[in-house]
C-alpha cells in the first residue's frame, strides 16, 4: 500500500505558486458560467491561446459561450484541450479586452486614448499614410507590418505586402524557431515532422515538451511514457527533465558539445547506420574526416558540457542501438549563437542512426494540398526591398530578422526611413530582447498602428488602436495541419465580435476601402510605370487590372470563400464535415475510432506517412556558409565555451505550462494556478547569499534591471538563473498582468545569430542583489 | 442507477492542470488558488544538481474519494450530505449552515468553502452539469492531455473502468480509515 500525503493544495504549491491571487484583487468576477443541465450546440473551432492551433467544440447557451471541450476528430491534437486551452473562454470575457477604436491622446506608453468610430481611425490612418507615402515619394516598404498570430497571417502579408507593397514583413520566426527550421531544410531538403510517438528512444535538447505543450509532441510523449525511452538534457530541472527515465544537467550553450561528441562515438566506433549514409549521404567522408580530426571525445565534452564521459559513452551506445531513436529538435529554440550548428548537427545525427523518412524519425509524410486563391497584385516601380537580411546568410526571406531591422531603425543605417508600422497580435514590447530599443523604434515611427484584442504593452505605443475580435468570434480561412496524419481543420465563428470589434479580414476590407484611391494617387505621382499605364489604358483600366483595389479580396466574406474553395477542391460532403466537425481527412469515417478511454486512432499505422517515395540527400557540406565565412560543418569553437563573468548568472528564460508568452498573463482563470513569476536560483547559492523563499531580489544586466521574487531550488545549475517569459505589463489597462512580476527581455541582451538572424536568448549575464 | 467511480493512470500525468481548469470552468467553480474541487499534488526532488535524487517523478491526482461509508456525511450535524443514486456524495445547498464538521471529518481534505454560496463544495463527478445531461464523462476526464482518468459504472462489467480495475493492479488511499472509496491508482 503507497502511502501518500493527502493535502489540499496550500499556499506553496509545486513550482511557484506563493500567493492567493483572485481573493486579493475583487475587481475580477469570482467565477465563470457553470455550464447547464440541458445539451446545447457545440460549435467546431480552432484554438489560439498559443500558435499550435488544436481543435474543439465550443458549448454555447443562450448565446454565451460556457465551455470548450477537445475536439476528438482532430489528430493534431489527439482529443485534448491544455489548461490555456479550457481558459479560453477567460480570454474571450476578460473585461480589459479592446472594445473600440482608439486614437491617442497621450504620450506613446501612457495609455491615454479617444474613443472613435471605425471610420474616424480609419480616416486618421489614411491621412498620415497619404504623407509619409508622399514624402517617401511612394516607397511602399517604408511601411513595415508585422504579425505573432498563427492563423490569418498569409491573408495580412497578401494585404500588406501584395497590396499594398511593402518588402517589410516581420513575424516571431526570428525570435522562435527559424534556425530550427532552416538547418533542417538546408540539410535534407524539407522541415520534415517529428514522429515522436513512434520512437522507442527520444533524446530532448533545448526543449521542455511537458510544459511548453505542442500537439501531437507533448500529447504522444505523455502517452508513451511506458514504452519509450525518455532522455532530457537542460540546465534547469523540468517537469519534462523530471518525468525522464535520465536526465542529464548541462552547461548553458553546450548541447553541440555532446552532439558533436556522440556523432565522434558513433563514427569512432561504426555504431551508426552504415547503409542509410551510404545510400542518403553526401560528404559523408568530408563528415567523418572532420569528426575524427577534431577528436572530439567524450573527455572532450565533459570539459565542455559537465556531462560524465561514461555517460556520454553509454548514452551515444544505447541510442544507437535502439530500433528507432529520435534526437527531438525543439521549436523555439534559438538559445546560443551557435544554434543553426546545434539543429544541422542533431539532423545529421539523427541522419547517422538512419532515422529520417521512416517511423520514430524525422518524416516527411504527405500534407493535403490546399489551392490557392489568385489575386491580382500591383507592381509598385518605387518599393525598396527588404534590409533585415543585409549581413545574414540565408534567413528567411518571409519572416525576416526581427533584430536587424530593429537596429538598422534605430540607428538610421536602414538604407531608407521606415516612417508607419501595423503591427497584429504582436507584443513588440515583450517578445524579443531588450524593451528600450524596441521603445525606441516605435517612438522614431510618424504612424503606429495596432490590431489587437488586448491593451498589450505594445497597444499602448500605437496611434490607433484597432480591437480585433479573438478566435472564438470568427470564421478563419481552411487550413492543412500535419504530414504523417495529415488532416484540413477549419476554426468556425463561435459567436458574433463582442463590444465593436471586427475580424482581421472586416478590419482590412474597411482599410482598404478607404485607403484604394488616396494610395493610388501617390502612385499616380511617383510610380513612372503607373504613368505609362495610366497613359495607354485610361485610369480607370489602370486601376482596375493593376490590382489597386486594396479590398479584392474581402468582396466576399470568409464563409463564402471558404465554401467555394473547399467544394471547389474537395466536393461538397468535405465542406459539410469541416463545417460539422471541424476536421476533415480522407477516409475519416472508416478509420476514426476510439481505441480506450478517449485515445483516438486516426490512420491505421500501415496507412501513416512514416516512408514517403522522394529522393533526397543528407548534406554534411555547405558551401554557402564557407562562403560567408562560417563553419560548412558543424564545428566546435572556444567562444561558445560556458563562462560566466565573476560574481554573476548566466540568465536563461522559459515558460510555465499555463501560459503562453506575454498573450496569456491577464487571464484570470490562469493567473488562478500561477500568480506571478519568479526567479529560479540555486539553492545552495541563495543560502550563501541569504535569499529565501519569496525575497524580492533585483536581476540587473548590461542593459537593465528588474525585480522579481526568489524560488531558491535545487532544481537548476550553481550559476544559472531562470525566470518565466511574459509577466509584468507596463500598460495600466491589463489588470491582471500590470506590475505583477519581471520581463526577461528587459535585461536580455539583444543579439542575433548571422546565419538565420534569429535573436539568441541564453548569452545575458546578470548579478543578483536581494533588496 | 450506476455506481460511479474513477481509475487514474496516475504516473502518465505531467500536472498541466488542463483538469483544474477544465473543472473550473464547466462547474462554475468559485475563483482563487485555494478554491478546486480537485488538485495535484507534486512532490521536490531531493538532493545537489548534479545529482538529483528524483527518479522517475510521479504525479497524484487528488479530489473527493467518494467514499461508500464517508466521514463527512457523518459528520454533517443537519444532515445535509446525502449520497445520491449514482452512489455519488452531494449535498443539500439550503441544509448547510459552514459547521464545517465535513471539512475536519474528511480524511482526504477533499472539501473546501465556496465563499459566494456559503457552503463547503468538493468534487461531484459533474453530477449536475455533465452527468445531468445524460453524457458518462466528466470534465477532467475528457480535456486530460495524458488520458490518465478512467471513468464509470463500476456495477457494469462492460464500462472501461470495471475491465481496468480486473486487468491491471491497483491501490486506494486510506483504506485504513474504512472508507471504501471508490477512486483507484493504478500501478
Known amino acids: 500500500m503507497k502511502k501518500i500525503e493527502v493535502s489540499r493544495r496550500k499556499f506553496l504549491q509545486g513550482s511557484v505558486s506563493l500567493c492567493i491571487y483572485a481573493t486579493s484583487a475583487m475587481a475580477v468576477p469570482l467565477s465563470t458560467t457553470k455550464t447547464s443541465n440541458k445539451s446545447a450546440t457545440g460549435v467546431p473551432y480552432l484554438c489560439n491561446m498559443c500558435r499550435n492551433k488544436c481543435a474543439g467544440f465550443a458549448r454555447v447557451e443562450n448565446g454565451i459561450v460556457t465551455k470548450l471541450d477537445p475536439n476528438p476528430y482532430f489528430p493534431k491534437s489527439r482529443n485534448m484541450l491544455c489548461p490555456k486551452g479550457n481558459a479560453g473562454v477567460d480570454s474571450l470575457y476578460d473585461k480589459d479586452r479592446l472594445k473600440y477604436p482608439l486614437i491617442r491622446i497621450g504620450n506613446r506608453g501612457e495609455g491615454k486614448y479617444q474613443r472613435v468610430t471605425w471610420d474616424e481611425a480609419y480616416e486618421y490612418i489614411k491621412d498620415r499614410l497619404v504623407e509619409i507615402l508622399d514624402k517617401q515619394k511612394d516607397n511602399r516598404s517604408t511601411i513595415a507590418y508585422c504579425n505573432g498570430e498563427g492563423f490569418n497571417k498569409d491573408e495580412y502579408i497578401k494585404f500588406f505586402g501584395e497590396k499594398i507593397g511593402s518588402a517589410n514583413f516581420l513575424d516571431e520566426g526570428s525570435i522562435c524557431l527559424n534556425t530550427k527550421l532552416g538547418a533542417t531544410l538546408l540539410t535534407i531538403g524539407d522541415v520534415g515532422e517529428m514522429d515522436v510517438a513512434g520512437s522507442d528512444f527520444l533524446m530532448l535538447l533545448g526543449a521542455n515538451r511537458f510544459e511548453s505543450l505542442i500537439t501531437p509532441d507533448s500529447v504522444d510523449m505523455a502517452r508513451v511514457q511506458k514504452e519509450q525511452k525518455l532522455v532530457v538534457v537542460d540546465p534547469r530541472a523540468t517537469v519534462t527533465a523530471l518525468k525522464a527515465d535520465e536526465y542529464l544537467p548541462i552547461n548553458v550553450g553546450t ?361 533526397y540527400r543528407v548534406k554534411c557540406y555547405l558551401k554557402k556558409l564557407e562562403k560567408n565565412g562560417f563553419d560548412p560543418m558543424p564545428t566546435w569553437r572556444d567562444e561558445y565555451n560556458f563562462k560566466v563573468a565573476k560574481d554573476s548568472f548566466r540568465m536563461i528564460t522559459g515558460r510555465y505550462v499555463m501560459f503562453t508568452q506575454s498573450a496569456t498573463t491577464n487571464n484570470k482563470m490562469l493567473r488562478d494556478l500561477e500568480a506571478t513569476n519568479h526567479i529560479w536560483i540555486n539553492d545552495k547559492v541563495a543560502k550563501s547569499k541569504n535569499i529565501k523563499l519569496g525575497d524580492l531580489v533585483e536581476v540587473k544586466s548590461s542593459i537593465g534591471k528588474v525585480q522579481i521574487k526568489a524560488y531558491p531550488t535545487n532544481k537548476i545549475h550553481p550559476q544559472v538563473v531562470w525566470f518565466a517569459h511574459g509577466y509584468n505589463s507596463t500598460s495600466e489597462s491589463m489588470t491582471n498582468s500590470y506590475g505583477n512580476g519581471a520581463n526577461d527581455n528587459e535585461i536580455i541582451e539583444d543579439r542575433f545569430e548571422k546565419i538565420y538572424g534569429c535573436a539568441t536568448m541564453h548569452h545575458t549575464d546578470v548579478t543578483i542583489r536581494k533588496i | 442507477m450506476a455506481r460511479y467511480g474513477m481509475a487514474f493512470d496516475y504516473k502518465l500525468c505531467i500536472n498541466c492542470r488542463a483538469c483544474e481548469v477544465a473543472c473550473k470552468e464547466e462547474n462554475g467553480i468559485e475563483l482563487g488558488a485555494n478554491k478546486h474541487r480537485l488538485w495535484i499534488e507534486t512532490k521536490e526532488p531531493s538532493g545537489d544538481f548534479w545529482n538529483l535524487n528524483r527518479e522517475k517523478m510521479d504525479f497524484m491526482q487528488l479530489q473527493c474519494q467518494e467514499c461508500e461509508d464517508a466521514p463527512c456525511l457523518k459528520a454533517c450535524p443537519n444532515h445535509a450530505i446525502y449520497q445520491d443514486k449514482n452512489g455519488i456524495i452531494r449535498l443539500h445547498e439550503d441544509k448547510c449552515d459552514l459547521s464545517l464538521d465535513c471539512v475536519k471529518a474528511c480524511p482526504y481534505d477533499a472539501r473546501y468553502v465556496d465563499t459566494r454560496k456559503n457552503i463547503t463544495d468538493k468534487c461531484i463527478f459533474c453530477a449536475d452539469t455533465r452527468l445531468a445531461r445524460g453524457l458518462i464523462t466528466t470534465a477532467c476526464q475528457v480535456t486530460c492531455p495524458a488520458k490518465v482518468r478512467i471513468f464509470g459504472d463500476l456495477d457494469d462489467a462492460n464500462s472501461e473502468i470495471s475491465r481496468v480495475l480486473k486487468e491491471r493492479e491497483y491501490f486506494q488511499l486510506k483504506v485504513e480509515e474504512g472508507t471504501k472509496p471508490k477512486l483507484f491508482y493504478l500501478k
Open chain 1, 255 to 615: 548541447d553541440l558539445a555532446l552532439i558533436l561528441s556522440m556523432s565522434y562515438i558513433a563514427i569512432k566506433e561504426n555504431l551508426y547506420n552504415m547503409e542509410f549514409v551510404k545510400k542518403q549521404f553526401k560528404d559523408f567522408d568530408k563528415y567523418k574526416e572532420h569528426i575524427l580530426k577534431e577528436k572530439y571525445t567524450p573527455q572532450w565534452a565533459e570539459s565542455k558540457t559537465a556531462i560524465p564521459k561514461e555517460k556520454i559513452e553509454r548514452l551515444t551506445k544505447e541510442f544507437f542501438s535502439a530500433e528507432r531513436p529520435l534526437l527531438y529538435m525543439g521549436r523555439r529554440s534559438v538559445w546560443a549563437k551557435n544554434d543553426f550548428q546545434l539543429r544541422r548537427a542533431m539532423v545529421l545525427l539523427n541522419g547517422l542512426a538512419g532515422s529520417i523518412n521512416r517511423k520514430g524519425g524525422i518524416v516527411f509524410g504527405e500534407p493535403i494540398k490546399l489551392p490557392q486563391e489568385a489575386i491580382n497584385s500591383p507592381i509598385y516601380d518605387n518599393a525598396e526591398g527588404r534590409f533585415d537580411l543585409d549581413g545574414v546568410v540565408y534567413g528567411s526571406q518571409k519572416g525576416g530578422s526581427w533584430l536587424n531591422f530593429r537596429e538598422k531603425v534605430v540607428t538610421k543605417t536602414a538604407p531608407y526611413e521606415v516612417k508607419a508600422m501595423f503591427i497584429r497580435k504582436h507584443n513588440l514590447m515583450h517578445n524579443m530582447p531588450n524593451v528600450t530599443k524596441t521603445k525606441k523604434m516605435l517612438e522614431m515611427m510618424d504612424l503606429v498602428v495596432v490590431l489587437d484584442s488586448m491593451p498589450t504593452d505594445t497597444a499602448i505605443m500605437a496611434d490607433v488602436i484597432l480591437p480585433e475580435c479573438t478566435y472564438l468570434e470568427r470564421e478563419d480561412m481552411v487550413v492543412s495541419f500535419n504530414r504523417l496524419e495529415p488532416s484540413l481543420a477549419l476554426r468556425n465563428q463561435v459567436i458574433k465580435p463582442l463590444y465593436e470589434s471586427r475580424s482581421m479580414q472586416d478590419i482590412l476590407k474597411g482599410l482598404g476601402q478607404k485607403l484604394s484611391l488616396p494610395l493610388f494617387e501617390i502612385s499616380k505621382k511617383y510610380d513612372e510605370e503607373l504613368q505609362d499605364s495610366i497613359k495607354e489604358l485610361g485610369e480607370k483600366k489602370a486601376f482596375g487590372e493593376g490590382g489597386y483595389d486594396l479590398a479584392e479580396l474581402y468582396k466576399r466574406d470568409i464563409s463564402q470563400r471558404n465554401r467555394e474553395l473547399i467544394t471547389k477542391k474537395f466536393g461538397k460532403d468535405v465542406y459539410r464535415t469541416l463545417k460539422e466537425r471541424g476536421v476533415w481527412y480522407p477516409n475519416m469515417g472508416k478509420q476514426h475510432k476510439e481505441i480506450f478511454n478517449g485515445v483516438y486512432e486516426y490512420y491505421p499505422k500501415e496507412k501513416r506517412f512514416y516512408s514517403v517515395d522522394r529522393k
